[in-house]
């Protein structure tokens, strides 16, 4: 009878032995480097530079921190690392939006989005406001006094050129009318969640979607932006993480500030030791004093080789919390909360119980993650498109009842049980070192053996699900070899052998 096992697999084996948790492994872009074919660094999209550039007035500063965005705001450009981004994303796994590091998960919470961009994480959900109706055109005019023009190209698809917006709005006279105020104030929000938190790859492009949301100051001070940018980070890094993908998007400020403060990677030298500032971003504002500059293959290397005492698991234990503004501290109680993060038609899982050495505790073996339904997980593309987002919705709103339970570190709790189970579920290597010649030699050799075995293999006396097996055994050899020079010629001719074997009428190809 014919069995597949993985007992006891050879030390340099990446993982994970047991796929029921990373079961896109194949489509990953780990799966691709393992095997030679390294995409590079990522195009990062974030368009920060030009921020700078609104002048605002103090009427519209109010507006904008009504709005939500008043220590946000504050942030402007942060200089991107692509590589440490690059090496990062390749360790994003969005099964369980999580990093996979080689000694356990960490993630980007939801009170670190409070202490990193100065956004409030409870609220309302971000999701589509139905009450404002109209076309795009009539919307732009009602809400900004003016339209972009198609023909122009200003605006495509349902999305407006961020340029459009800072040509015609980026500055407000001083005698202007309550109405027009708020009308660029309502601009300059679209401008800064277009070029931040809410940056798409298509480069220069923000959703009219996010419009409605500013009609009313006060009520967009409600919203959840902080949870709505999380969750449109976790969705671009998991695109991102495919190996399909080549660019990335989203708040990577927030992603490349988080690392610096859990990671001694890649991290600048402070002109001054962390402060008591608000946000923290700003402490990472503008060009920094860097460490020698790596490529993504070197970040990488170092992120493989890290060590459980090598990860700041509580960076914000030592900085003053009184910098917090108060009505920012309640919030950071959701950095605890499993619960579903929405922005549009984006969902996406929070899930701290997987990462509980970020509050200071030994990890448990966390609760099974519900698979991805669909395949982008957008909550707009089913027929159920209602019921599905009455879901969501009803998981987001009990984001209080679902703060995890926590033991404090020294309880005696064991993380051999959690350690002997991550490092046979997890991907523990990404970088894979150059094989020598006759490694090389003896790999493909051992490869032809397997495959000269398996096709001479009867299956007469197989039942259906070996015989599957079998021919699973066969296309993956065939695959391995078949990317290899050597491998492709034999290969050729294994196929030639088993149709001549089959119908020795037919000719060979």
């Known amino acids: 009878m014919l069995e597949m096992s993985v007992q006891n697999p050879p030390t340099n084996f990446p993982g994970p032995i047991d796929p029921s948790v990373l079961y896109e492994q194949e489509q990953h872009i780990s799966s691709a480097i393992w095997e030679g074919q390294d995409r590079g660094t990522l195009r990062c999209h974030e368009h920060t530079s030009k921020i700078d550039g609104w002048k605002l007035t103090k009427k519209q500063i109010d507006l904008v921190g009504k709005a939500g965005f008043g220590y946000f705001r504050l942030i402007g450009q942060v200089s991107l690392n692509n590589p440490l981004i690059s090496a990062l994303v390749e360790r994003w796994r969005r099964e369980t939006n999580t990093f996979h590091l080689p000694s356990g998960e960490i993630t980007i919470t939801l009170d670190e989005v409070v202490r990193i961009l100065g956004l409030q994480v409870d609220g309302e959900a971000v999701v589509r406001d139905n009450s404002v109706v109209g076309s795009n055109t009539e919307i732009c005019e009602n809400l900004l006094g003016k339209a972009p023009n198609s023909d122009a190209k200003e605006i495509k698809g349902g999305m407006v050129k961020l340029g459009w917006l800072k040509e015609n ?12 105020v708020e009308r660029r104030t309502r601009a300059f929000l679209m401008y800064l969640v277009g070029s931040t938190i809410f940056a798409t790859t298509s480069g220069n492009l923000v959703p009219l979607l996010y419009l409605p949301l500013f009609k009313d100051f006060d009520k967009a001070g409600n919203y959840a932006w902080g949870a ?103 919030d950071l109680t959701l950095g605890r909360s499993r619960t579903i993060l929405l922005c549009m038609d984006k969902a996406e899982w929070h899930l701290p119980d997987r990462c509980l050495r970020q509050f200071g505790l030994r990890q448990s073996i966390p ?34 009842q679902n703060i995890v339970d926590v033991v ?30 006759s490694q090389f030699q003896e790999s493909v050799s051992e490869m032809m053996k397997i495959q000269e075995i398996a096709y001479a293999a009867s299956t007469e ?17 065939d695959r391995y070899l078949a990317n290899r020079v050597e491998g492709f010629k034999v290969l050729e001719k294994r196929k030639r052998s088993s149709e001549s074997s089959q119908n020795d009428d037919e000719p060979l190809n």
């Open 228 to 330: 709505a940018a999380l969750a449109f980070l976790y969705r671009q890094l998991g695109k991102a993480s495919m190996k399909s993908q080549g660019t990335i998007s989203g708040s990577l400020t927030l992603l490349q500030c988080w690392s610096y403060f859990h990671l001694n990677i890649g991290r600048p030298e402070l002109k001054q030791a962390l402060s008591h500032r608000f946000p923290l971003a700003l402490h990472w504002k503008g060009r920094l004093n860097t460490q020698t500059k790596s490529d993504v293959v070197m970040y990488r290397q170092k992120l493989d080789s890290l060590d459980s005492s090598d990860i700041d698991w509580t960076p914000y234990n030592d900085l003053d919390s009184s910098s917090i503004p108060e009505n920012f501290r309640g």
């Open 169 to 180: 709005f980026s500055e407000c006279p001083e005698d202007a009318s309550n109405e027009e």
């Open 461 to 477: 006396d197989l039942n259906m699900k070996n015989k599957l097996a079998l021919e699973k055994i066969k296309a993956l050899v």
């Open 408 to 437: 404090e570190d020294g309880d005696g709790t064991d993380e051999s049980e959690y350690t002997t189970w991550y490092s046979n579920i997890s991907r523990k290597l990404v970088h894979r070192r150059a094989f020598a010649p």
């Open 367 to 400: 609760k099974d993650v519900q698979r991805r339904e669909t395949k982008n997980n957008e909550v707009d593309n089913e027929l159920d498109t209602s019921k599905r987002m009455d879901s969501e919705l009803q998981e987001w709103s009990n984001r209080w």
